[in-house]
């Protein structure tokens, strides 16, 4: 597929739209070169911990000079202040989503609102605000003997969706596997955003709910994160170019 189709082509740009590519490096460098090769492609991009805590905010910020859609993947989990003001600064870098854990709890996760009205001042877009539910790193033996929760992977799942809802944020990161009974249940406007997505020629690698981007999309997610099939492959470009033609 080339380069000049994807930049016109009406589906594709809506597809693209809809993936976000996980940006897991430890410098900008890496990230741009990653970038150079995908440019023309009108996706998402995923910065997380680890390129964030090397780069800091000012990288963010040349993302969005650049046109970006950035999700800032932090995962916060602190006392309400602590995320409160978190979630200040985040939103003043102009971001286009970022996290919360839910399992801080309804009151951590009204406080990060609270940061993001505030944020408000001096950005004049907001955010959107999603929680973590589960890890899709989390197995059901994990859940139960390890973090110490009762019952099923989905049941934790859906429980930390309702605690957003009921919180006011926009959405939960979920894995694939959720999506449906998420859609049914809390709220078919509520936005879900999913990892462990693995191509089908793709390694699974640490995760444990995975599924490809065409079954992720059919389950009626809004969002989908792909990293190391992408960010890993040896020609970035060509592996989502696959993607979108699967998709389409």
Same mark, same amino acid.
């Given at each position: &597929?080339?380069?000049?189709?994807?930049?016109?082509?009406?589906?594709?740009?809506? &597809?693209?739209?809809?993936i976000m590519v996980a940006l897991d490096y430890?410098?900008?460098?890496?990230?741009?070169?990653?970038?150079?090769?995908?440019?023309?492609?009108?996706?998402y991009v995923k910065v997380g911990m680890q390129?964030?805590?090397?780069?800091?905010?000012?990288?963010?910020?040349?993302?969005?000079?650049?046109?970006?859609?950035?999700?800032?993947?932090?995962? &916060?989990?602190?006392?309400?202040?602590?995320?409160?003001?978190?979630a200040e600064s985040i939103t003043r870098l102009?971001?286009?989503?970022?996290?919360?854990?839910?399992?801080?709890?309804?009151? &951590?996760?009204?406080?990060?609102?609270?940061?993001?009205?505030?944020?408000?001042?001096?950005?004049?877009?907001?955010?959107?605000?999603?929680?973590?539910?589960?890890?899709?790193?989390?197995?059901?033996?994990?859940?139960?003997?390890?973090?110490?929760?009762?019952?099923?992977?989905?049941?934790?799942?859906?429980?930390?969706?309702?605690?957003?809802?009921?919180?006011?944020?926009?959405?939960?990161?979920?894995?694939?596997?959720?999506?449906?009974?998420?859609?049914?249940?809390?709220?078919?406007?509520?936005?879900?955003?999913?990892?462990?997505?693995?191509?089908?020629?793709?390694?699974?690698?640490?995760?444990?709910?995975?599924?490809?981007?065409?079954?992720?999309?059919?389950?009626?997610?809004?969002?989908?994160?792909?990293?190391?099939?992408?960010?890993?492959?040896?020609?970035?470009?060509?592996?989502?170019?696959?993607?979108?033609?699967?998709?389409?």
């Amino acid at each position: &597929m080339e380069a000049s189709r994807l930049s016109t082509d009406t589906t594709n740009k809506s &597809m693209a739209a809809r993936i976000m590519v996980a940006l897991d490096y430890s410098s900008a460098n890496e990230a741009e070169a990653l970038l150079a090769s995908l440019r023309g492609i009108p996706c998402y991009v995923k910065v997380g911990m680890q390129l964030f805590y090397a780069e800091g905010p000012k990288f963010v910020a040349r993302l969005k000079e650049e046109g970006y859609s950035v999700f800032l993947d932090l995962k &916060m989990h602190d006392i309400p202040n602590t995320v409160k003001g978190g979630a200040e600064s985040i939103t003043r870098l102009g971001v286009d989503m970022f996290n919360v854990h839910a399992a801080g709890g309804k009151q &951590m996760m009204e406080a990060a609102l609270e940061g993001v009205d505030k944020g408000l001042a001096s950005s004049s877009k907001r955010p959107i605000v999603i929680g973590v539910t589960q890890l899709t790193s989390t197995s059901q033996h994990m859940l139960n003997a390890e973090i110490g929760i009762a019952g099923s992977v989905e049941d934790a799942v859906l429980r930390y969706a309702k605690l957003s809802r009921d919180a006011g944020l926009d959405g939960v990161v979920a894995s694939p596997l959720e999506v449906v009974r998420l859609k049914r249940e809390v709220g078919p406007g509520f936005v879900t955003v999913t990892p462990g997505i693995r191509p089908a020629s793709a390694a699974i690698g640490d995760q444990s709910r995975v599924m490809t981007p065409k079954e992720a999309l059919k389950q009626g997610t809004d969002y989908i994160v792909i990293g190391r099939p992408i960010t890993a492959a040896a020609s970035p470009r060509e592996a989502l170019e696959s993607i979108l033609e699967e998709l389409v």
